[in-house]
T-cell receptor
Framework: NAGVMQNPRHLVRRRGQEARLRCSPM?????VYWYRQLPEEGLKFMVY????????ESGMPKERFSAEFPKEGPSILRIQQVVRGDSAAYFC?????????????FGPGTRLTVL | AQTVTQSQPEMSVQEAETVTLSCTYD???????LFWYKQPPSRQMILVIR??????QNATENRFSVNFQKAAKSFSLKISDSQLGDAAMYFC?????????????FGRGTSLIVHP
């Protein structure tokens, strides 16, 4: 049973380019969460999605950032016109909301570097 | 809003010794979950241990145990018989059970160094 998959593991972009980060949840999981981790910081929640729906995007910056979780395929976190401050590790987690405990399983993260 | 505080940016321990990492949190709720996550250099977040607030008994997972003091809002992690592989960042996290919220709040982390 494969865990949460994220790709790429490392992504380098120049200022102004677009970054696309992908997350494939664990098999059977239909809930996906995105977090950002700045250097020497804990994880900060960005957005929570179910298939084809954004449930909670209270942690997403208002501009340049968007997320989707289509009916088929991975969840995508998209950052347009990246700036140096977007450099961080981005983690995806998934859960099976059907369980009472609803544990989130984390992927290995994508480290984004903006030059 | 809930907050999670880890007051120790870094801790050191000798191999085979015991170390305790501290965590305090602030909440007005009575039902919630608390977690400790380990983040090794590979950066994978690994769940170490979890505690349900309504349970008085402290959770234990092999060499890892917690001291959960609900009234004091304290949730420390004890690592016994420390091993070199325990070296990592450790994050304490809180998750509310009210309002359908399933989003954990993380502390800033404690870097654990294990000396051979």
């Amino acid at each position: 049973n494969a865990g949460v998959m994220q790709n790429p593991r490392h992504l380098v972009r120049r200022r102004g380019q677009e970054a696309r980060l992908r997350c494939s949840p664990m098999k059977g999981h239909s809930h996906v969460y995105w977090y950002r981790q700045l250097p020497e910081e804990g994880l900060k929640f960005m957005v929570y999605l179910q298939k084809e729906n954004i449930i909670d995007e209270s942690g997403m910056p208002k501009e340049r950032f968007s997320a989707e979780f289509p009916k088929e395929g991975p969840s995508i976190l998209r950052i347009q016109q990246v700036v140096r401050g977007d450099s961080a590790a981005y983690f995806c987690a998934s859960s099976d909301r059907g369980s009472s405990y609803n544990e989130q399983f984390f992927g290995p993260g994508t480290r984004l570097t903006v030059l | 809003a809930q907050t999670v505080t880890q007051s120790q940016p870094e801790m050191s321990v000798q191999e085979a010794e015991t170390v305790t990492l501290s965590c305090t949190y602030d909440t007005s709720e009575s039902d919630y979950y608390l977690f400790w996550y380990k983040q090794p250099p590979s950066r994978q977040m690994i769940l170490v241990i979890r505690q349900e607030a309504y349970k008085q008994q402290n959770a234990t997972e092999n060499r890892f145990s917690v001291n959960f003091q609900k009234a004091a809002k304290s949730f420390s992690l004890k690592i016994s018989d420390s091993q070199l592989g325990d070296a990592a960042m450790y994050f304490c996290a809180y998750r509310s059970l009210s309002g359908g919220s399933y989003i954990p709040t993380f502390g800033r982390g404690t870097s654990l160094i294990v000396h051979p």
